[in-house]
């Protein structure tokens, strides 16, 4: 909900994007946290169904805040993209939460029996990243096989028509194609490979450059829901269920099949790191777009320095606390 009451046009604004999967963002939007934090600001949150459909607001200059995948950061980070954007958080560590799932009528039983069916996912996304890191594993190429795109809520739908084999998608929609479906590979087995997938924020560097305290007092709330997802877990599913429109029991469940750091392991070296010590997030996400440009999704790799620049960690750790 935006912020109410004021009616004053030169409002300062806060314009964030977010997706509904299950996360400590939707702890911040469901229980008002950076409204609090920020009285001074009106805040819009805006519901995007995909990281791409994200990168194109940014370029836009749509959105100021947003939580995406590691995959399509990695494509804005490169050309032909270039989004002055900067990662800020880390959402969390894609797990059981995403995963490629056959439907049981397919009679397909592993990855390699891929071959030759109808595979959706949401092209440019962490989903799409991992599909194609799985083909590659088992040894088959796209051509192999006919990939969709198409968004989650679509993919449910085609799913329930009968006109897929498979699909590499994430919560919710996840959970509704288990139900007659079998998982071959999952992201949390995927990263066990070296192919790790996450969930990020990350804020407009025109943003961060006119609003520093706005993006500390940001940082300081999804530390909170992430405290809270630790150590409150009945309260995170009331939240997370809240903005998901499923009962607080699925809700614990699906938080169970992601992998969420502490607020203090966010500055260390595995992760965002700090000023003058950058972490291996930015080896990550050049992997992730080194394996994009050889599968021809994008022009070409950013050097490390490149996007070591693009990971805001001032204040690190102090300000998350």
């Given amino acids: 909900m935006a ?3 004021r009616g004053d046009s030169s409002a ?3 314009r964030i994007a977010y997706q509904a999967f299950p996360s400590g963002d939707l702890i911040v939007k469901n229980q008002g946290l950076l409204e609090k934090a920020l009285p001074d600001y009106e805040i819009t949150w805006t519901k995007f169904d ?5 990168n194109t607001a940014f370029v836009a ?3 100021d805040i947003a939580a995406i995948g590691s995959s399509p950061v990695a494509r804005g980070l490169s050309a032909p993209l270039n989004i002055p954007y900067q990662v800020a958080f880390v959402l969390d560590v894609a797990g059981d939460n995403e995963a490629l799932v056959a439907r049981n009528e397919s009679g397909v039983k592993d990855v390699a029996g891929l071959r030759g069916k109808k595979v959706a996912t949401s092209f440019a996304s962490t989903s799409h990243y991992s599909l194609l890191a799985a083909l590659d594993q088992a040894g088959l190429k796209e051509s192999d096989l ?4 198409l968004e989650p809520q679509d993919i449910l739908a085609a799913w329930t028509r009968g006109d897929l084999d498979a699909a590499y998608t ?3 929609t996840l959970d509704a194609l288990k139900k007659d479906g079998t998982v071959l590979i999952s992201s949390r087995e995927l990263a066990t490979a070296g192919k790790p997938t996450l969930d990020l924020g990350v804020v407009a560097t025109s943003f961060i450059e006119a609003h520093p305290d706005a993006v500390d007092a940001w940082r300081k709330v999804e530390s909170q829901a992430l405290d809270l997802i630790a150590t409150d877990p009945a309260a995170a599913a009331t939240a997370v269920g809240a903005e998901l429109n499923i009962t607080p029991a699925d809700a614990q469940n699906q ?3 992601g992998v969420f750091l502490k607020p203090a392991d966010l500055a260390s070296d595995e992760w965002l790191g700090t000023e003058g010590k950058p972490g291996k997030l930015a080896d990550n996400l ?3 777009a080194q394996f994009l440009a050889d599968q021809k999704k994008i022009d070409a790799v950013p050097d490390l320095a490149t996007v070591q620049k693009s990971i805001y960690v001032k204040g690190l750790p102090g300000v998350l606390s």
């Fill in 50 to 54: 995909s990281g791409a459909s994200i």
């Fill in 12 to 14: 300062q604004t806060i």
């Fill in 170 to 172: 994430w919560l919710p």
């Fill in 61 to 63: 200059g749509a959105v």
């Fill in 3 to 5: 912020s109410q009451g």
């Fill in 286 to 288: 050049v992997a992730a």
């Fill in 146 to 149: 006919t990939i969709v795109d």
């Fill in 255 to 257: 938080l169970g099949q």
